[in-house]
């Protein structure tokens, strides 16, 4: 049943322009975001994050076995174990690499495996280099600037920092275990670590601040449209819908009735309304007071609602204690089946009605009118035909609903239809 109420409206989405503009206006010198945010971006970044991890992983596979090149020219004797190590040990490590983090899809973490692949090819290219010979092996450590700089155009800021700081400490490590013949090689490789690494991260920091930026004031425009969008739903909704009841009301109801209307036109449907009106309910405004009325109106409602089963259906408050349905594909016998849920709907809410004339509990009087509309007829046409067979179960005596089609009755009373 199409049935317009609060509960059936989207939740609202959580407000985060605030938050966003407080972290603007606060800064994230850190480069870390307030939890919710930070997991957000790290969330919907994830997809294209792989895909680079995944692209950048099999490049470095290339580029850190080609280096076995300079192997070749300048250490010979390490060929065997640089080949080794080059083309059986980094490769694979690599590849179980990304399998494990797509198998952990854990975006947070990703970003450190990021930095723990750079480690790993910083320890086998120590390794190599450390098994070098002669006064200029020494000046091989320069290839780990490399390994950092390759590394940091991807890594976050605060992984490539650690992975300097451990790159740092290995370089330091092999310039002090390994002969320097010509006394400033140390000295200059040293030099070159700290200005490449300073560079390279400075870089690092900018890209991943601006691209932070660009996130927030992103999720700040997605925030004030969806308060927009929630904004206009409410509106939406209260235009539409009947403020007692949470039934639609009158205005979407001649919207809804309409569009059926054209669409049982186009495709020869047939197309059924009902008009209902609660049996003397001044009488029981002026017996039991209006708060009770109102009580009893959303009660008939709660019962028509349950009554029309398909989701295609429409239940609508017509104004005062007149409610209307619109059902398509609906012919007499479905019709007529409806009527007798209805009616069995009212009489299990069981509410008394002293002062009705027709019986002591408060009952339906209706009419339903079913037609396949023709091409040049107006959807009111039905509607007026529903409204006669009202009258005339109001003048049958009340506690009935008169069902027609196209004009013809096929039932005074509803325990007849």
Known sequence: VDVLSSGGMAQSVPDQAELVDRTIAKGFALLVFPKELEARFLREGASKRFLLMVIAGLASIVLFSQVIIADFLLMRSVVPLALFIRCAVYGPGIVIGLLVVRRLNKPALN???VAAAGLWATLLQSVIILQGTGPWAVARVVELNIIVVYTCALARFWPAVTLAGLVALMHTFIVLTMPDGTGILASTTTLLMVTSMAFVLYGNYKLEHDERMAFLLDAREQALHAELMAANERLTHMAT??????????????????ECWQRAQAQRRVLSVMVLDVDDF???????????????LVGVAQALSSSIRRPGDLVARWGGEEFVIVMMDTDVEAAAAAVERIREAVVQLDLPHQGSRCSTRVTLSGGCATSRPAAHAEWPQLVQLADEALYRAKASGRDRIVVTCDGTVSGEKAEAV
């Open 111 to 113: 970003e450190w495996l």
């Open 241 to 258: 819908t009947d403020a007692l009841t949470h039934l639609a009301n009158r205005r979407y109801f001649e919207s809804f009735l309409g």
């Open 282 to 296: 001044k009488r029981y405004n002026d017996l039991y007071g209006h708060q009770a009325g109102d009580r009893c």
